[in-house]
């Protein structure tokens, strides 16, 4: 192209480009070297969700915004060609209702989630693998799948945090051992306070939880059948503790 550009504007087209060069390739050292909210790097804290949050994204100026989303893109999907147009997908789902999604170059997708941006591979969106594990009480289980270990406690409701007690179970209505898979379809739960037992699928769907999480969504079985807890959902009603119980069974969710 340049001797294109020389032929049709002149000679100082080429030292102009050259400027230009310069100039950018200064203006992306100090973005990188002053202003670390815009790097994307991986927290090993996180569950299996390569998760963007909409606090981060929301505190920064438009500019960071869009290189905040380039590096985060760049860190999640390999061989992705991040375009302009790409960043503004990603920043038009962003501002959107949970449960909006953007496919990507190079078999990805990206997820609106309730708290922020996940990117899942196509895959993810095609098929959901079941998996099924036994788990005594009191003990835990390693979830790989999800990234995450479930854990099942004997405990005073007094050492439970306020926001999880809805959660709590009464371990003399339950055996000594639960069967932790992802929901199936046909299944039913009956959170407390609702008005009956409605399917897992239309639970989830209430919530906004699609894709790859929603396939893959954690329940605890009792006697082969009953569903008896269920990730984020408060207990059924009729196994819930009774008032001044001395003990109670808390599952508890922690990400590896």
């Not at 962003?94 to 591979?121: D, I, M, N, W, Y």
């Not at 895959?123 to 999800?146: C, F, N, W």
């Not at 179970?169 to 008005?195: Q, S, V, Y």
């Given at each position: 192209?340049?001797?294109?550009?020389?032929?049709?504007?002149?000679?100082?087209t080429v030292e102009n480009l050259a400027d230009l060069a310069e100039i950018?390739?200064?203006?992306?050292?100090?973005?990188?070297?002053?202003?670390?909210?815009?790097?994307?790097?991986?927290?090993?804290?996180?569950?299996?969700?390569?998760?963007?949050?909409?606090?981060?994204?929301?505190?920064?100026?438009?500019?960071?915004?869009?290189?905040?989303?380039?590096?985060?893109?760049?860190?999640?999907?390999?061989?992705?060609?991040?375009?302009?147009?790409?960043?503004?997908?990603?920043?038009?789902?962003?501002?959107?209702?949970?449960?909006?999604?953007?496919?990507?170059?190079?078999?990805?997708?990206?997820?609106?989630?309730?708290?922020?941006?996940?990117?899942?591979?196509?895959?993810?969106?095609?098929?959901?693998?079941?998996?099924?594990?036994?788990?005594?009480?009191?003990?835990?289980?390693?979830?790989?799948?999800?990234?995450?270990?479930?854990?099942?406690?004997?405990?005073?409701?007094?050492?439970?945090?306020?926001?999880?007690?809805?959660?709590?179970?009464?371990?003399?209505?339950?055996?000594?051992?639960?069967?932790?898979?992802?929901?199936?379809?046909?299944?039913?739960?009956?959170?407390?306070?609702?008005?009956?037992?409605?399917?897992?699928?239309?639970?989830?769907?209430?919530?906004?939880?699609?894709?790859?999480?929603?396939?893959?969504?954690?329940?605890?079985?009792?006697?082969?059948?009953?569903?008896?807890?269920?990730?984020?959902?408060?207990?059924?009603?009729?196994?819930?503790?009774?008032?001044?119980?001395?003990?109670?069974?808390?599952?508890?969710?922690i990400p590896n």
């Amino acid at each position: 192209m340049l001797p294109l550009l020389k032929e049709d504007f002149g000679l100082a087209t080429v030292e102009n480009l050259a400027d230009l060069a310069e100039i950018a390739r200064a203006e992306e050292e100090h973005w990188k070297l002053a202003h670390p909210e815009i790097r994307a790097e991986r927290d090993p804290q996180e569950t299996e969700e390569c998760q963007l949050t909409l606090t981060a994204l929301s505190k920064l100026s438009l500019a960071a915004q869009r290189r905040l989303i380039r590096g985060w893109l760049e860190t999640n999907s390999l061989d992705l060609n991040v375009s302009f147009r790409v960043i503004e997908q990603v920043r038009d789902i962003a501002g959107g209702p949970s449960g909006k999604q953007v496919e990507l170059p190079g078999g990805h997708f990206v997820r609106r989630t309730q708290q922020g941006l996940c990117v899942e591979p196509t895959s993810a969106h095609t098929a959901s693998s079941d998996y099924e594990y036994r788990l005594l009480i009191p003990g835990q289980v390693e979830l790989p799948e999800l990234g995450i270990r479930i854990e099942v406690l004997l405990t005073e409701r007094s050492s439970v945090p306020e926001t999880d007690r809805e959660q709590l179970l009464d371990a003399d209505r339950l055996p000594k051992e639960l069967t932790i898979r992802n929901w199936r379809p046909g299944d039913r739960f009956w959170p407390a306070h609702t008005k009956e037992a409605k399917k897992v699928k239309e639970l989830l769907n209430d919530q906004h939880i699609v894709g790859a999480a929603k396939g893959r969504w954690p329940v605890a079985v009792a006697g082969g059948r009953s569903l008896v807890w269920m990730r984020g959902f408060s207990t059924p009603a009729e196994l819930q503790p009774v008032p001044g119980a001395s003990s109670v069974l808390w599952i508890r969710v922690i990400p590896n």
